[in-house]
Structures are given as C-alpha cells and as structure tokens.
C-alpha cells in the first residue's frame, strides 16, 4: 500500500492531459496531415489557373483550421493547466493491491469494475478510470515504492502503456530534485 499527498505542476499536469488523451493526439496528427494536403492542393491547383479565386478563398480558411489543429489546442491546455496549477490543491492518492483511493472525498475505484488505464511518460503516472483521471508525479515517489504501482500492472486488470509525450523540453528549463525543489546552481 501507497499513500502519497502532493502539489503538482503545471508541466505536470499538462501532460497527464497529454498521456490521457493519447489517442486524440494520433488522430490529430492526420487531421493535419490531411488538412495540409488538402491545402496544397487548393494552393497548387490556383497556382496552374490563377482565373479561379474561389480555390484561395477555399484554401484559406483549410489554413485556419490547420493552424487551430496545430497551435490553438496547445495554448488552451497550457492555460488551464497553469490556471489548476494555480489554485494550490493539495493532492493525493493511495494505491492499494485491490484499487485506488483518491480524489476530494477520498473515493475508492476497484479494480475488478472499472476500465483501467495505467501511463507511464517521461515525468508522471497517468491513471485513468472510466472518464476520471489522476496524475502521480514521479518526483513524489520514493524508489522503493514504485512497487505498488508495478503490482497494479501485474494485476492484469489494468492496461499499461508507455506514452511519449514529447515534455522533456519543458522540464529541461529547470532541473528539480527528488523531493521536488527547484536545483540551484
């Protein structure tokens, strides 16, 4: 058994989203590509019969909509994450070989009931129940009590994944030590 209370960051929290909706992120990324080459060739069949415009004005707002696909759903997420961020809650977890404990109330989510989704990126575990989703950072868990997170793996009756989300970046600006402070030179 695991009990962990914690703050999280807003790097943090971002990519919990991040790992959580991971299959969106896969179907983002051929909306882009679809839209890109719809665009070009909106842009290269004006370009052979410059006469018709209405091919521009199609191509135009194809461009906006790539743009709101690529950039507009990123800034979202990093303000409402910076916004939770923010507010300072204090959260916590307890995982148990049967489920999990958390949330305001402390609610217990079994195992056996529920569609489970363990996910595992560079920074934190993402637990996903049904629609619910929790966000444990790795800074916060001792070494030797990453167990508890392997036994639920082991159980077999969540499904694990590791996930790439690509954060390493952000984190790359300020390095933190184990017990979460910033490192200073």
């Known amino acids: 058994m695991l009990k962990i209370t914690?703050?999280?960051?807003?790097e943090?929290?971002?990519?919990?989203?991040?790992?959580?909706?991971?299959?969106?992120?896969?179907?983002?990324?051929?909306?882009?590509?679809?839209?890109?080459?719809?665009?070009?060739?909106?842009?290269?069949?004006?370009?052979?019969?410059?006469d018709r415009f209405?091919?521009?004005?199609?191509?135009?707002?194809?461009?906006?909509l790539l743009f709101c696909n690529s950039y507009l759903l990123r800034i979202v997420r990093r303000r409402r994450a910076c916004r939770l961020a923010k507010k300072k809650g204090i959260y916590g977890v307890e995982i148990r070989k049967n489920g999990i404990c958390a949330g305001k109330d402390w609610t217990f989510y079994p195992l056996k009931?529920?569609?489970w989704e363990m996910l595992n990126s560079e920074h934190v575990y993402t637990i996903k129940v049904d629609k619910e989703v929790f966000c444990i950072p790795k800074r916060v868990?001792?070494?030797?009590?990453?167990?508890?997170?392997?036994?639920?793996?082991?159980?077999?009756?969540?499904?694990?994944?590791?996930?790439?989300?690509?954060?390493?970046?952000?984190?790359?600006k300020t390095k933190y030590r184990k017990d979460g402070e910033p490192e200073v030179k």
């Open 113 to 115: 009931d529920r569609r």
């Open 54 to 64: 209405y091919l521009m004005m199609c191509a135009v707002p194809v461009v906006i």
């Open 141 to 172: 868990i001792p070494m030797e009590e990453e167990e508890a997170l392997e036994a639920l793996k082991k159980a077999g009756e969540c499904r694990y994944r590791n996930i790439i989300t690509g954060k390493e970046k952000v984190y790359g």
């Open 12 to 50: 943090e929290i971002e990519e919990a989203w991040i790992s959580a909706q991971w299959r969106v992120g896969i179907f983002q990324k051929w909306n882009q590509l679809l839209l890109t080459v719809i665009a070009l060739g909106l842009v290269f069949a004006y370009a052979r019969k410059p």
């Open 6 to 10: 914690y703050q999280l960051r807003p």
